[in-house]
């Protein structure tokens, strides 16, 4: 019985230019003099180095540790030294650096001693953390860590379990290669991948123009005896192995932006994925390699086994590159990215090093003024209105870009494929999402910084308030103090003729009586006098201490003295002359 099969809206059919590169079997590739292993190869955090230079390390040994739950590890291609753990050129159009593990290999390729796990009796939390360790991330191009992905949703079971064999890119045969010679093992991976998930069916959707792909997967489940795995062929149309594009193909679900498939009990995987995931379990090897299409501008194309670290110029050197090479990119020519240099390193993203020429790819055309002739949207797969966002883009309008549901590109190319105006859309939106991140990450950053300095403002005000409430108590446990300690009785003054005791005391009509002062204050006001007292002699022996005269001459020190004596003689009082006798 058929299934029956859904279309996707938009797409385009470009020449496919596949086969060149699927003539001859996969290939291993020499080592090279150097793997240069960038620690971050995936979505998620940084993974933090676990080696230092010089050290010595083995092949398939972790050198970069998962950085939390959304990341993957990193692990050592070959045996050999480290040479350098430092910020390199990275496989990227920006021309960016990021921090990469330089190994020199020894020659030996020596394996670590590989950690296994039994499927059976591991749980499947333990077997997702596994995963992780092992490096295992998604090979279709997302680069998504695998063991996120393995989780049945918030129901605990899956309806169907999605394997992208599509590969829709034209160029790109790796996928296909794969399938043809490996089909066996990564039936194994999708069996135990069926498992985690809980999976009551899995589809295997292949594009109708890889007929011994179709039959060698078809030929492995049959052999396996499992039920419920169906590899099923699906017309050949780009991006048809996008995994929203090919869930809508395989069982017509449409899942919208920002939700995730599981919420409507299907998973999508790519079939490099599947075997990689066998390998770890099966083999307890981690991701340390991947097939690599090297087509293009090059004499004989093929696809290669290459170790993750391999300079692409080493790699594209055994397929021959023709003289008027002038670029390597990295993917398709629709969704591919332009390499800064030639020996960038292959990362787990790379499925192919499309080489390229002024010939094979001319340069464009000049870009003429948009026609609203529509043609773009009638390509959308995502059925979105790509001239509207075109125009918000061009002229910087960014919110009303994101009205037309910009992020709900998934940057295909089949818009500018048919623009008649040779508008490059997809770079627009580029452009448009780069700013509005950009500014997304200031905002954060100033609401940090305002939060910060709002809290610093409190915990002063709080300080200076704690501070008050302490030398107020302070204060009036003090005057507690002062005010029931005993107070000493007044000692009677024998009164003089001259003192005020002796005189008659006024009558009240007179004069009246001055207010009697409390304890407290009288002792206030004697500690007052008695620091003003101390303050007038300080200041009296300061005016009378000469000053800077320790270390004098002789005579110096002889007219200070000279000085000092008509100073004492003109301050005696002058002598009355004597009266005449």
């Known amino acids: 019985m058929l299934r029956k099969l859904f279309k996707f809206h938009g797409g385009v059919k470009p020449a496919t230019h596949k ?89 030996e390729d020596r394996w670590c ?51 992208n064999g599509a590969e829709c890119e034209p160029f790109i045969t790796c996928d296909d290669m794969l399938m043809r010679e490996r089909a066996d093992a990564m039936l194994q ?96 090897r981690p991701m340390i390699q991947r097939l690599v299409t090297v087509t293009g501008n090059v004499n004989a194309p093929r696809n290669y086994e290459v170790l993750l670290g391999t300079p692409m110029d080493h790699v594209v050197r055994l397929a021959g590159a023709r003289p008027d090479t002038d670029r390597y990119i990295m993917g398709g020519p629709m969704m591919g990215a ?40 009638k390509a959308c797969p995502a059925d979105l209105a790509p001239f509207e966002m075109y125009w918000h883009s061009r002229a910087k309008n960014f919110g009303k870009a994101q009205e037309y549901h910009l992020f709900d590109c998934i940057e295909c190319g089949c818009c500018s494929f048919v623009c008649p105006s040779r508008i490059p859309l997809v770079d627009y939106f580029r452009f448009s999402k780069s700013e509005i991140w950009t500014r997304e990450r200031e905002k954060d950053a100033a609401d940090t910084a305002r939060d910060r300095f709002e809290f610093k403002n409190f915990r002063q005000e709080r300080e200076k308030q704690e501070k008050a409430e302490k030398l ?19 000692t009677p003054a024998t009164p003089t003729a001259a003192s005020p005791a002796a005189q008659p005391a006024p009558t009240a009509a007179a004069a009246p009586a001055a207010p009697t002062a409390t304890g407290a204050d009288a002792a206030k006001k004697a500690l007052i006098e008695a620091a003003m007292e101390r303050a007038r002699q300080q200041k009296a022996q300061a005016a009378a201490a000469p000053k800077n005269t320790e270390n004098l001459s002789p005579e110096a020190q002889a007219e200070i003295a000279e000085i000092d004596a008509r100073r004492a003689a003109a301050a005696k009082p002058a002598t009355p002359p004597a009266p005449d006798a």
């Open 338 to 377: 332009r390499m800064p240099a030639f020996d960038v390193p292959v990362v787990k993203a790379t499925n192919c090093i499309l080489v390229g020429s002024p010939a094979l790819f001319p340069p464009p055309p000049p870009e003429m003024p948009c026609i609203r002739c529509g043609e773009c949207a």
């Open 19 to 107: 086969e060149q590169s699927t003539t001859a079997p996969i290939a291993p590739v020499p080592m090279p003099d150097r793997l240069v292993i960038p620690l971050h190869q995936s979505v998620g955090g940084h993974p933090r180095p676990l080696v230092q230079v010089g050290d010595k390390v083995l092949k398939g040994q972790r050198i970069g540790a998962a950085d939390g739950q959304l990341s993957a590890a990193v692990h050592a291609s070959t045996s050999g030294t480290v040479r350098a753990i430092a910020p390199t050129l990275m496989p990227h159009t920006s021309g960016l650096t990021a921090l990469a593990v330089t190994i020199e290999p020894d020659g």
């Open 113 to 163: 001693e590989l950690e296994r796990i039994d499927v059976r009796s591991a749980s499947p939390d333990e077997i997702r953390d596994y995963l992780r360790d092992a490096g295992i991330v998604g090979l279709g191009g997302a680069v998504f860590p695998s063991h996120l992905k393995l989780k049945p949703g918030k129901s605990g079971t899956l309806k169907t379990l999605v394997i």
């Open 189 to 284: 991976g999708i069996i135990t991948m069926r498992q985690l998930l809980q999976a009551e069916e899995v589809l295997i959707g292949i594009e109708d123009n890889k007929p011994q792909a179709v039959a060698a997967v078809q030929a492995a489940i049959q052999k396996s005896g499992e039920s419920g795995i169906e590899a099923i062929a699906i017309p050949t149309r780009y991006p048809a192995g996008g995994a929203k594009q090919l869930i809508r193909v395989l069982t017509g679900i449409e899942v919208p932006h920002g939700q995730r498939s599981t919420d409507y009990g299907v998973q999508c995987f790519n079939v490099g994925t599947a075997f990689a995931i066998h390998e770890a379990l099966s083999l307890g």
């Open 472 to 490: 107020a108590a302070k204060a009036a446990a003090t005057r507690e103090k002062v005010a029931t300690e005993p107070k000493a009785a007044p």
